[in-house]
């Protein structure tokens, strides 16, 4: 396995435009979060998955963002009509579930969007 | 106020120089991260923990659930060690799943 990965690494985009992000977990992992980090700040919670149920979203989450897991494996992340606030680093990871935990969460690269 | 606090923001230091770095957090909590990010870089679980102490090779963290506080250590620093730390915590309150994060120390080592 070779860990959680995201697609794309780097987005640059004009103000107004939208985009979307791609996060493909470890395989065996149900549970699916999205994080966004702002330049020289801690990562802030978004939004999480358990199988393709979204259970929890943070009121960072305007309704311009959205965000699916429709098969329960991948995920993606979508922002419409982008503003220059939304660049950030957005983050994905990915755990494990079953009695017990609480599990350790595993990262990816992040997708580094700038919005111009 | 944050729920977690890190400190220092910044250090400096000389390859060989032993390492701390605090995190002080003000909810209950079912478990702490430490975590690594390299710049441009995504971030690495280096340690999870709910109790007590654990070591991975220079590494060391410890809490005390007690006084809502984590360390972690490097022991022998070295300028690979250049990163920034990131303390996290999974707090008893509403969802026990997501993670929240301090702001992270950014570390420096000189050779």
């Known amino acids: 396995d070779t860990g959680v990965s995201q697609d794309p690494r780097h987005k640059i985009t004009k103000r107004g435009q939208n985009v979307t992000f791609r996060c493909d977990p470890i395989s065996e992992h149900n549970r699916l979060y999205w994080y966004r980090q702002t330049l020289g700040q801690g990562p802030e919670f978004l939004t999480y998955?358990?199988?393709?149920?979204?259970?929890?979203k943070s009121r960072l989450l305007s309704d311009r963002f959205s965000a699916e897991r429709p098969k329960g494996s991948f995920s993606t992340l979508e922002i419409q009509r982008t503003e220059q606030g939304d660049s950030a680093m957005y983050l994905c990871?990915?755990?494990?579930?079953?009695?017990?935990?609480?599990?350790?969460?595993?990262f990816g690269p992040g997708t580094r969007l700038t919005v111009t | 106020k944050n729920e977690v606090e890190q400190s220092p923001q910044n250090l400096t230091a000389q390859e060989g120089e032993f390492i701390t770095i605090n995190c002080s957090y003000s909810v209950g909590i079912s478990a702490l991260h430490w975590l690594q990010q390299h710049p441009g870089g995504g971030i690495v679980s280096l340690f999870m923990l709910s109790s007590g102490k654990k070591k991975h090779g220079r590494l060391i963290a410890t809490i005390n659930i007690q006084e809502k506080h984590s360390s972690l250590h490097i022991t022998a620093s070295h300028p690979r060690d250049s990163a920034v730390y990131i303390c996290?915590?999974?707090?008893?309150?509403?969802?026990?799943?997501?993670?929240?994060f301090g702001k992270g120390t950014l570390l420096t080592v000189n050779p």
């Open positions: 996290a915590v999974k707090t008893l309150r509403g969802s026990n799943y997501k993670l929240t």
């Open positions: 990871a990915s755990s494990s579930t079953g009695t017990g935990g609480p599990y350790e969460q595993y």
């Open positions: 998955f358990q199988n393709e149920a979204q259970l929890e």
